[in-house]
């Protein structure tokens, strides 16, 4: 089986990962906002915000799954100096 890096190309991928953090900080920031005027969030927002954790879940996974560990970095627990 193919991974994602095989099956979608990088210039898609980027574009998918920024139109996500885009999304993601539009919408933190409203519900920061409504929050600091003591206003009350709009539907959309709160909703839209279970969506974008959901779809954050899966591109971490995605991410994750296509890392590349080789054992060739710094040993687990130290900053590679």
């Known amino acids: 089986m193919n991974n994602w890096t095989q099956l979608i190309p ?7 990962y ?3 953090g885009t999304l993601s900080l539009a919408q ?4 920061a906002y409504t929050s600091a ?9 709160i909703g839209g915000g ?3 954790g959901v779809i954050g879940g ?6 994750a799954g ?7 970095g710094p040993s687990e627990g130290t900053l590679g100096d």
């Not at 990088?10 to 998918?16: E, N």
């Open 37 to 45: 005027v003591g206003q009350t969030a709009p539907a959309w927002a």
């Open 18 to 20: 920024v139109a996500f």
């Open 10 to 16: 990088a210039r898609i991928r980027t574009t998918l």
């Open 66 to 72: 296509n890392t590349n560990v080789t054992g060739d």
């Open 50 to 52: 279970a969506v974008l």
């Open 58 to 63: 899966a591109f971490g996974f995605v991410a």
């Open 28 to 31: 933190t920031g409203i519900l």
